[in-house]
T-cell receptor, first 116, second 116 residues
Framework: EAGVTQFPSHSVIEKGQTVTLRCDPI?????LYWYRRVMGKEIKFLLH????????ESGMPNNRFLAERTGGTYSTLKVQPAELEDSGVYFC??????????????FGPGTRLTVL | AQSVTQLDSHVSVSEGTPVLLRCNYS??????LFWYVQHPNKGLQLLLK??????LVKGINGFEAEFKKSETSFHLTKPSAHMSDAAEYFC??????????????FGSGTKLNVKP
């Protein structure tokens, strides 16, 4: 079974440019999460999709970030325009739903974003 | 709200000696707790999880963790370190939010170095 994949693995852009990150979850997983780790800090939740719907986007830093999951399969996270403080590693995770609500999330390798 | 404190940012042990990675948490509810490991250029992999069953949890690769409610701790241990254990380890607290979906809160990570 293929795991969670993310593309690109690395992205270097200049301040003011736009970048789109992609995540392909494990097939059949309705839940898809985005997280971010800024250098030296902990991994922080950004948002959560259930199928194509945004269940919780309380972690999105500001309106320069736009996440989509059209059709409930892969997801994209667009940053426009990028700022220096957006640099970090962006992780995607997916999961199934199990009764009781506590279940493992499967993580991708992350996309390292560097904004110059 | 949940929070997680990993008390050591770096731990160095010799191969064959015990490993102890410390984690304390705060939680308003009965928490679920996880340990994940990240090897270089890989996604986060689940080591073990505690979900209100046995307080001593056994995971993969010989790791285990003990949930101690009175100490609000969930320390990760292994009797004998192997070179392949060198990686970054994350303690995670899960909160069940709206509509019974869980939300992860990460510690800042502990980098484990294993010396030959």
């Amino acid at each position: 079974e293929a795991g969670v994949t993310q593309f690109p693995s690395h992205s270097v852009i200049e301040k003011g440019q736009t970048v789109t990150l992609r995540c392909d979850p494990i097939s059949g997983h309705d839940n898809l999460y985005w997280y971010r780790r800024v250098m030296g800090k902990e991994i922080k939740f950004l948002l959560h999709f259930v199928k194509e719907s945004k269940q919780d986007e309380s972690g999105m830093p500001n309106n320069r970030f736009l996440a989509e999951r059209t059709g409930g399969t892969y997801s994209t996270l667009k940053v426009q325009p990028a700022e220096l403080e957006d640099s970090g590693v962006y992780f995607c995770a997916s999961s199934q739903v199990i009764a009781g609500g506590q279940y493992e999330q499967f993580f991708g390798p992350g996309t390292r974003l560097t904004v110059l | 709200a949940q929070s997680v404190t990993q008390l050591d940012s770096h731990v160095s042990v010799s191969e064959g000696t015990p490993v102890l990675l410390r984690c304390n948490y705060s939680s308003s509810y009965s928490p679920s707790l996880f340990w994940y490991v990240q090897h270089p250029n890989k996604g986060l992999q689940l080591l073990l999880k505690y979900t209100s069953a046995a307080t001593l949890v056994k995971g993969i690769n010989g790791f285990e963790a003990e949930f101690k409610k009175s100490e609000t701790s969930f320390h990760l241990t292994k009797p004998s370190a192997h070179m392949s254990d060198a990686a970054e380890y994350f303690c995670v607290v899960s909160e069940v939010g709206r509509n019974n979906f869980n939300k992860f809160y990460f510690g800042s990570g502990t980098k484990l170095n294993v010396k030959p």
